[in-house]
Each structure stands twice: as C-alpha cells, then as structure tokens.
C-alpha cells in the first residue's frame, strides 16, 4: 500500500446509535494513523441496514470512487458494507475496478489477493447453499 491514497474510512451501524459508531470511527481513525495514513474521510451510516446498499453516505463514497478521489477504503468488517455475499461481492469487484483498495480491520483482509480469495469464497458459499 502506498500512503498517498485518498483514503475513505467508512462505517455503518443498523440501529442508529451515536455511541456504537463514534467508537468503530475511533477504530477506523486507529487503524489508519498505525498503517501510516492521515487524515481521509469519513463516511457514516447511523440507524441503516446493511440489507440495501442504497445508503446516503454509502452513496456518496461510492460517488467519490467513481470520481477517482479515493483510492482506498477502510471498513471495520465487510458486513458494514452490505448483509449480502452477492452485494458485497460486486461493491468489491467494483471497487477493484476503479482501483480502490478495501481493507477490513476485523477481518484482516486487505489488498488484491486477499479480496479475490475472499471473493472465491463467498461464490462457493452461495453455491453450496444453492443461491
């Protein structure tokens, strides 16, 4: 990883709670400043459900990516992305198509080759449970 990527820190709680997300931004924040990064945005969803990907502040980072104004994304989990293997797994492909990196801090997974492991997972998961 490069430290002069854009970098988007993006968190999500279902329920809205003020408490719960102020502590997965500190986590966030956390991380990035122990891999070397500062400052970045910050983009949160307080009181959606991960079930939709039509979320304002989910919106508005995938609008900086296709810009081209971030060039990494730092999640607590990929759950905080969506509850969905199959959303999930083509938010990542797009965001491997315009070049943004996507870490998660829980899930230790992070970079191209972890993302396309990840991705072969989840495919034969969806297709051991048939669909």
Not at 2 to 20: G, P, S
Not at 81 to 89: E, G, M, P, S
Not at 114 to 122: F, H, N
């Amino acid at each position: 990883m490069t430290k002069d990527k854009n970098i988007a820190l993006y968190c999500r709680v279902a329920r809205a709670d003020k408490i719960a997300l102020k502590h997965q931004m500190r986590l966030l924040a956390n991380f990035a400043m122990d891999m070397g990064y500062r400052g970045g945005k910050v983009y949160c969803d307080n009181g959606v459900s991960g079930a939709t990907v039509d979320r304002p502040a989910f919106n508005r980072l995938n609008r900086d990516m296709l810009a081209g104004k971030i060039g990494l994304v730092v999640v607590k989990d990929l759950s905080r992305i969506a509850r969905n293997f199959i959303l999930t797994d083509r938010w990542l492909a797009m965001a491997d198509a315009l070049n943004a990196e996507v870490i998660s801090v829980d899930g230790n997974i992070g970079g191209p080759v972890d993302m396309q492991q990840l991705r072969e997972l989840m495919l034969r998961f969806v297709a051991s449970s048939g669909g």
